[in-house]
Structure formats: structure tokens, C-alpha cells
T-cell receptor
Framework: GDSVTQMEGPVTLSEEAFLTINCTYT??????LFWYVQYPGEGLQLLLK?????DKGSNKGFEATYRKETTSFHLEKGSVQVSDSAVYFC????????????FGQGTELSVKP | DVKVTQSSRYLVKRTGEKVFLECVQD?????MFWYRQDPGLGLRLIYF???????EKGDIPEGYSVSREKKERFSLILESASTNQTSMYLC????????????FGQGTRLTVV
């Protein structure tokens, strides 16, 4: 069945470091891909999305490119800030899943000053 | 501003109590979801509903039931609370279609003592 695999955390970086969080997926057909972020004590909110191959989603300095050939949707940011400390979830949505989104297990990011 | 509202941020209940967690959305979404979130386990789907009075089991439905009598409201019921149901519970809603985003409530931190 459809699934999403994220790199395990926690990831600890210094401020202004480059961030990559890996996400790969398994799906039939052509899913849409999402990154969600969860700040401490809050629910999840959409960070960015891409709906077809080679699309690039971007928001708040974060980017991710939908790579069909490698079934990946890695999250990147050129210079992280302390305020980026959060848990990041990769997810996919597919027509054969009805209304469900399939989530990865989440990656905790901690950015130190 | 679109909203998914969960009735409580924090709840403390006793073992054996019947517990109701309420969720309301104002976006006229067909699909609503209940997840639980535990450290190291990511998000796990308990139940979801794709229409009024319609429901499907998720990955971990044991010990839970749900009710959706109106489109905007989705309730999670713990028939007899147990300590292993201490967790963060997240409600979400989403329109159908693979490229639509899900909106999350702020979460309910339930402690069963």
C-alpha cells in the first residue's frame, strides 16, 4: 500500500546551517505531496505542497521538489533559525486513498543559537 | 480564517470513565479525521469519516468509537478510558481530492489517571 518514509530525528543544527529532511514515498498513480510543520504545543499546519512531478513547493524559505524518478520530496532550507525548531511531517494524498492523507513518522528539528 | 476547533486543550480523566472529544470545522469539508500522536510513533489514524453518519476504521480503532451526526462535527469517544490512551489527540478535516490540504485543530492533551 501507499506509504511515506522520513529520515529519523531528532536533527540538531546551529543557526544559519543548511537543512535537509529526507522523504521518500511509495504510491500507485500520481499522488500529491505535502510538508506539514508542528510547533511546540500546537496542531499541524501546511508548510508547502506539490501536486505533480517536477513541481517545487516553497514557503518561508523552505523548498521541496517532487521527484517522480526517485520517489522523493526532500525538504530543504538554506539557513535555519531558532524559530524553525519544530516537528516536520511529510505526507501524500492519492485518489485511491479517498480523503486520507498518509503521513510519515515526523522529524524533530532543534536549532541552537 | 478557516478553523478546526477542538473542545479542550487539556483533559484529565479517570480510568474507566467515558470520554468525549469534540471537533468542529467551519469549512464544509466532507472528510474528518481523528489521530493520536505519541513520541516516536508519529501520527496514527484512529477513525475517519467521509460523510455524515459514515465512518471507517483507521490503523488503531480499538477502544475508540466515533460519531458524526452533522457535517461540521466529529466526536471521538473513549468508551472506558485506560491509562494507555493517555496521548495527544488531533482532529483534522479535508475536502476530497488528492491535492487538497488537511486542516488541523490545536490538539487535546488527554491524561488518564
Amino acid at each position: 500500500g501507499d506509504s511515506v518514509t522520513q529520515m529519523e530525528g531528532p536533527v540538531t543544527l546551529s543557526e544559519e546551517a543548511f537543512l535537509t529532511i529526507n522523504c521518500t514515498y511509495t504510491a500507485t498513480g500520481y499522488p500529491s505531496l505535502f510538508w506539514y510543520v508542528q510547533y511546540p504545543g500546537e496542531g499541524l499546519q501546511l508548510l508547502l505542497k506539490a501536486t505533480k512531478a517536477d513541481d517545487k513547493g516553497s514557503n518561508k524559505g523552505f523548498e521541496a521538489t517532487y521527484r517522480k524518478e526517485t520517489t522523493s520530496f526532500h525538504l530543504e532550507k538554506g539557513s535555519v533559525q531558532v524559530s524553525d525548531s519544530a516537528v516536520y511531517f511529510c505526507a501524500l494524498g492519492a485518489y485511491n486513498q479517498g480523503g486520507k492523507l498518509i503521513f510519515g513518522q515526523g522529524t524533530e528539528l532543534s536549532v541552537k543559537p | 480564517d478557516v478553523k478546526v476547533t477542538q473542545s479542550s486543550r487539556y483533559l484529565v480523566k479517570r480510568t474507566g470513565e467515558k470520554v468525549f472529544l469534540e471537533c468542529v470545522q467551519d469549512m464544509d469539508h466532507e472528510n474528518m479525521f481523528w489521530y493520536r500522536q505519541d513520541p516516536g510513533l508519529g501520527l496514527r489514524l484512529i477513525y475517519f469519516s467521509y460523510d455524515v453518519k459514515m465512518k471507517e476504521k483507521g490503523d488503531i480503532p480499538e477502544g475508540y468509537s466515533v460519531s458524526r451526526e452533522k457535517k461540521e462535527r466529529f466526536s471521538l469517544i473513549l468508551e472506558s478510558a485506560s491509562t494507555n490512551q493517555t496521548s495527544m489527540y488531533l482532529c483534522a478535516s479535508r475536502n476530497s481530492g488528492s491535492n487538497t490540504e488537511a486542516f488541523f485543530g490545536q490538539g487535546t492533551r488527554l491524561t488518564v489517571v
